[in-house]
């Protein structure tokens, strides 16, 4: 009996040996390819090239990911983006990092989608007493006064303590406990605005260490304040724009070669040409411009990268964007590599790194 429980074990230990090798990967299993060409061109914020002539951006990052993970062995070529399909087609590239995913191309393999944009309008922020007077009635700005009360009653009455019995001009006296701490109240709100009547101040040394403490303390209040005063009552509102009825009878701009100025072309959308995204929102947001037109991904890029363009960019949900990898068709090499690219796109700071290049 115990022999054939030892053997029975010493078979079970050999099949999961068995099992282990293989599961392990043999050479041929291993995508390990030299001197692959890729191409690339500039396409903010996906493929960009820095003063030093190094790569960057949410492509680049994710062919770098991809590469160091299955082992491939490449050099960036910068090409045009009109040569791209000729390039892959003749097998001088074995792949370019962005392509939209389109049908009637035979010679092009493409990968898993790894980003989706769409047409984005931009236009220029607008301010309405309205959108003001909204934002003074909601949950948020009723939470920022809520708190500072708070922090002003407790500031007032720590003051109230240390000077009732020593200041009755100001906090003691004949006051009640109840005036007393409102004008502690009153006496740290004049402090942390910096209006400083002067009707009340502390003169004891331990009710004025604490006002000098408060008043620095009130200095980031202050900042911190304002910044969620602001965003609490509308920092800003963008007008809503459906297309392609939205655009029309407007004056709306965009790049001519590109799939957003073909877009408007179908759609009879009279639109006046601009050389580049930059150059475009700079125009709506001196108001040269009513609305620019392009893909949403690129034009929050750009108003995040640049700060003198102060516009606000809305998705339209209109005329998707597909990008993925473009293989050449004869590069047997390409089928295992989308299992890696799926993994890649899954991890959470994928979303990181999209939120970093174009931040909504």
């Avoid at 392509?99 to 898993?112: D, E, I, K």
């Avoid at 019995?165 to 605005?193: H, L, P």
């Avoid at 990268?305 to 473009?326: F, G």
């Amino acid at each position: 009996m115990i022999y054939r429980m030892v053997q029975c074990q010493i078979m079970y230990l050999l099949i999961l040996l068995s099992l282990q090798l293989s599961a392990q990967p043999t050479p041929a299993d291993s995508t390990v390819v030299e001197n692959w060409q890729v191409g690339l061109y500039e396409f903010p914020p996906y493929m960009m090239k820095n003063d030093d002539g190094e790569w960057k951006g949410i492509s680049v990052e994710l062919w770098q990911d991809l590469a160091d993970s299955v082992g491939i062995a490449y050099q960036f070529q910068e090409v045009s983006q009109g040569e791209i399909k000729d390039q892959l087609e003749s097998g001088r590239l074995n792949a370019t990092l962005l392509l939209p995913v389109q049908a009637g191309l035979p010679s092009v393999t493409f990968s898993h989608i790894y980003h989706i944009t769409f047409l984005g309008v931009a236009t220029v922020q607008t301010q309405s007493l309205f959108s003001i007077a909204q934002g003074l009635f909601t949950m948020r700005f009723l939470r920022i006064v809520i708190t500072l009360s708070i922090l002003l009653l407790i500031v007032g009455t720590i003051v109230w303590l240390i000077e009732r019995k020593s200041n009755d001009d100001s906090f003691g006296g004949e006051r009640s406990i109840a005036q007393g701490i409102g004008s502690g109240f009153w006496w740290a709100g004049v402090t942390m605005t910096t209006i400083g009547y002067g009707d009340k101040a502390p003169v004891t040394f331990w009710g004025r260490a604490v006002a000098l403490l408060w008043m620095l303390i009130a200095m980031a209040v202050t900042a911190s304040l304002t910044a969620a005063l602001v965003s609490a009552v509308g920092g800003g509102t963008a007008e809503a724009i459906e297309a392609p009825n939205g655009l029309r009878k407007k004056e709306v701009g965009t790049v001519a070669d590109s799939p957003f100025g073909g877009y408007l072309d179908e759609e009879n959308i009279k639109y006046e040409e601009f050389s580049s995204v930059e150059e475009g929102l700079k125009a709506v947001g001196q108001q040269e411009l009513k609305i620019f037109a392009h893909s949403t991904a690129t034009m929050r890029y750009w108003v995040n990268e640049t700060s003198n363009i102060t516009v606000q960019v809305k998705n339209t949900e209109t005329l998707p964007q597909r990008y993925a990898i473009a293989y050449a068709t004869n590069n047997r090499t390409t089928t295992c590599l989308d299992s890696t690219l799926i993994k890649i796109i899954n991890q959470p700071n994928w979303q990181q790194r999209i939120n970093r290049y174009m931040p909504k």
